[in-house]
């Protein structure tokens, strides 16, 4: 597969899941090199040469080295799967939208609030709480009487929020009080050439 996007990856990262959820439900051929952070693989100078910033995820693609989530989900869109971000630049905008609040809200919430019960992060939980319960929310109204979060079908909007709210019970987030959260998830999950974020040792994901 020499010509597969090659995609270095950790496993219980939600950022670099939602780049190996989106290459396998757009078809994308690809292999992926798994980053082993506790050993500190991802500050050593060959992964470094990939990524300045030591972190995960990050895509070779040929002689093209993209990092960051948000960044490598628009890039492999636009050459593999334009179906996943509407040309319409109405569409595109709030497609740009949730990528920003994927960016900000989400990780200052949903995705904080795990990493203090996953990986024992010193942050500030009742902060994380607050931004988690008031994203959530947004989401919530935003949903009502839609299926996806852009348009009518599946876009890297939906793929950018998946992965963080979908684990944000092992933040100790519950979605009981979001349903229209639970069925945006539910429906990414109905996806052909869906796949799982493993859950955490916490074991809080069904």
């Known amino acids: 597969m020499s010509n597969a996007v090659k995609i270095y990856s950790f496993p219980l990262s939600g950022h670099a899941h939602r780049i190996e959820l989106f290459v396998s439900l757009a078809g994308i051929a690809h292999d992926v090199i798994l980053v082993d952070l506790a050993a500190g693989e991802h500050k050593q100078p060959p992964f470094l040469a990939l990524n300045p910033a030591g972190q995960v995820p990050v895509i070779k693609d040929g002689d093209t080295v993209v990092s960051d989530s948000n960044a490598i989900l628009v890039y492999l869109s636009r050459k593999y799967a334009p179906s996943y971000l509407p040309a319409d630049p109405k569409l595109e905008a709030e ?7 994927a960016a900000g809200e989400l990780a200052f919430g949903p995705a904080a609030a795990r990493l203090i019960t996953v990986f024992g992060a010193p942050l500030d939980a009742d902060f ?10 947004k989401l919530e109204v935003h949903m009502e009487g839609r299926d996806f979060l852009v348009g009518d079908a599946p876009t890297i909007a ?10 944000a019970p092992e933040g100790n987030v519950s979605l009981e009080p979001y349903p229209n959260v639970r069925r945006l998830l ?17 074991g809080l994901v069904a």
């Open 128 to 137: 994380t709480q607050t931004v988690a319960a008031r994203v959530l929310a």
């Open 95 to 101: 497609v740009q939208k949730f990528l920003t609040l």
């Open 158 to 167: 939906d793929i950018a929020i998946y992965s963080y709210t979908a684990h």
């Open 186 to 202: 539910a429906n990414i999950q109905a996806l052909d050439g869906f796949v799982p974020m493993p859950a955490s040792k916490a």
